[in-house]
């Protein structure tokens, strides 16, 4: 009886490897047609200098206008994209459509500078035209490339091969920004990070989380924002829905910051009543949501 629940466990195993298989398989096909059908869209989320309140970045976020099944968030087809290699194609929609709507954006506050930051696959950069397209995709969108900052994450940057780095430093050499996604969250090694040309980093929403209610999370917050002062980086905290969190990382010394507290992930028109306000005010605390504009 035990070795027919076992084969029964194994065949349910099998089933469920199966069904997930199958839905990769279609999450691929649908993507490809996405693609041609401008399915795919970009949201902004603000960043916010903690000192003052004011927006001074969007990182940009792709999600999917699925036509049976709704928005679709990037957590569900990304890994699909970079296992197929749809991903190229997909990073570099993204890419184009940032960049143009930075373009838009800059020309609405002569004076003042705006950062868009850019998430990109580890298959995606190795892609050996990209930084020709990156490169291109600059000229086309007319942008400083110093406003521009590409989001990798730790596993990519600590990655110790040659390419890598050449890589990295030709992104540098272009004018771009490089930052480190979830920071914290793998494996660091000071003496790479200290090598790598990536000027900022992304502290991860997981220990943001537990700032103020957890000793241990307050502790690797304060120690990230040390070294990032130390190595002569910038800091952006992650993942920030309460004011208690926002506090406590100005008077950490976190630059910025981002999360619900300020905004969620919006469409670009909702961007633009943000950039002439503050999305908080540091002294009383009070957050100024989207909504009250
Ligand atoms: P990420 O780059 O670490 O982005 C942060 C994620 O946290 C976003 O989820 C954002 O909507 C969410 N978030 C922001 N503030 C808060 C908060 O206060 N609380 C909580 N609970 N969540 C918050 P999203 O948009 O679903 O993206 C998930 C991941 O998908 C991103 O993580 C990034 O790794 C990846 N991704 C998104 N867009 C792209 C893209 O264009 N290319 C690539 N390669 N990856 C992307
Ligand atoms: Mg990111
Ligand atoms: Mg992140
Ligand atoms: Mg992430």
Not at 132 to 157: K, S, W
Request: hydrophobic share 45%; net charge neutral; glycine share 6%.
């Amino acid at each position: 009886a035990a070795k027919g629940r076992g084969r029964a466990r194994l065949e349910q195993f099998n089933d469920e490897l199966h069904a997930r298989a199958q839905k990769r398989v279609q999450i691929e096909s649908d993507l490809r047609a996405a693609l041609r059908a401008s399915q795919l869209f970009v949201e902004y989320q603000p960043q916010v200098r903690l000192k003052d309140g004011r927006v001074v970045g969007v990182e940009a976020l792709v999600r999917w206008r699925h036509p049976r099944h709704g928005i679709i968030p990037p957590g569900d087809f990304i890994s699909v994209a970079e296992d197929c290699g749809l991903i190229i194609k997909v990073g570099r929609q993204v890419l184009q459509e940032s960049c143009r709507q930075l373009a838009e954006w800059t020309k609405l506050m002569p004076g003042r500078t705006l950062a868009m930051t850019v998430n990109v696959s580890p298959r995606q950069i190795m892609e050996p035209a990209f930084v020709g397209e990156l490169r291109q995709i600059l000229a086309d969108a007319n942008i400083d490339p110093a406003t521009l900052c590409l989001e990798l994450t730790e596993n990519v940057m600590m990655s110790a091969t040659e390419e890598v780095a050449r890589l990295l430093n030709e992104i540098r050499q272009l004018g771009v920004f490089i930052a480190i996604d979830d920071f914290g969250t793998e494996h660091s090694s000071l003496s790479r990070l200290r090598d790598m040309p990536a000027e900022v980093l992304k502290i991860d929403r997981s220990f943001i989380d537990g700032l103020s209610s957890e000793p241990g999370d307050t502790a690797i917050v304060s120690s990230i924002l040390s070294l990032a002062y130390a190595m002569g980086k910038h800091t952006i905290a992650e993942g920030v829905e309460k004011r208690e969190q926002a506090a406590m990382l100005l008077r950490m010394g976190c630059e910025v910051a981002q999360g619900y507290f300020f905004s969620r992930p919006v469409a670009a028109e909702q961007i633009v009543p943000m950039l002439s306000k503050a999305l908080w005010q540091p002294d009383t605390g009070r957050a100024l949501h989207a909504a009250h504009f």
